[in-house]
């Protein structure tokens, strides 16, 4: 049934002066589940995600929200709808505290800029908030630390804070774990696990075992059409997949 899926696209497609990026995609994320978009490098997972969340405009096709057609809709709107990508409103601000910037973002929540100039009392019905988003990403304890002196995996945890308080209905996720150790991928694998219930989740990510870890379905591009779908066991073990990633006649650990 369409209720069963937040988002879908219709033949999404993409094309770049004759180059096809993006080839009739028809893709399903159910809700309240955690979906992966996986390929191999030149794929369009990048192309695909960057029109899903309005970056990009489609050349034909369309995107639904919760069934609304929203393929022409502006991305500021569709934050609105309920569907947020978690750089466009995680943008931290380094010289202000991880307090002060979940603060940012709950007022941009409420439509209005960060008042600087009042007062902390006046402020103060923010902060309990801002303290229990920070205690969701496990950064309680860095609540009055300056952003610019937090390690890098901190300040991704923190930027998934301020996305959390626009209290989406659907994140988005590009490459959550890049450029982190391993220490700081498995904190994030359980931080994403942690906030899934009642969220439904499409992340790009290159590093397959958090996709394993994670995923309850996975969607592989490759040349910009939808290889394979389903379940990590499945995807993991199909001779195309293989072959996207590695090529013919080479040992392939998908």
């Known amino acids: 049934m369409t209720d069963d899926f937040l988002l879908e696209t219709r ?11 993006v080839n009739k995609v028809d893709l399903r994320v159910r809700r309240h589940s955690i979906h992966a978009l996986i390929g191999p490098n030149g794929a369009g997972k990048t192309t695909c995600f960057n029109l899903i969340t ?16 929203i ?25 202000l505290t991880s307090l002060e910037n979940v603060e940012v973002a709950l007022q941009r929540s409420l439509g209005r800029s960060f008042h600087f100039w009042r007062s902390k009392r006046t402020l103060a019905p923010l902060r309990e908030q801002a303290m229990t988003l920070l205690d969701d990403v496990g950064l309680a304890f860095a609540a009055n630390r300056v952003v610019a002196d937090l390690p890098y995996g901190q300040k991704r945890a923190l ?10 209905e659907m994140l988005l996720l590009d490459e959550p774990t890049a450029g982190m150790g391993r220490e700081d991928v498995a904190r ?3 931080l994403i696990r942690r906030i899934s219930p009642n ?24 040349r910009g059409e939808i290889l394979a779908e389903g379940a990590y066991g499945a995807i993991s073990t199909d001779p195309r997949v293989k072959e996207a990633y590695m ?7 998908v």
């Open 199 to 222: 969220r439904t989740i499409l992340m790009v990510e290159h590093n397959l075992s958090v996709v394993a870890d994670l995923s309850d379905r996975i969607t592989v591009l490759a």
């Open 11 to 21: 033949g999404l497609t993409r094309e770049f002066s004759g180059f096809t990026a």
């Open 247 to 253: 090529g013919k006649g080479e040992p392939a650990h």
């Open 159 to 168: 930027e998934l804070a301020t996305t959390l308080a626009l209290n989406p």
């Open 188 to 190: 994030t694998v359980a």
């Open 71 to 95: 393929t022409r809709t502006k991305p500021a709107d569709v934050a609105r709808l309920g569907m947020v990508r978690s750089f466009q409103i995680s943008a931290t601000f380094p010289q």
């Open 54 to 69: 309005k970056f990009l405009q489609p050349s034909s096709g369309a995107i639904l929200l919760d069934g609304r057609d």
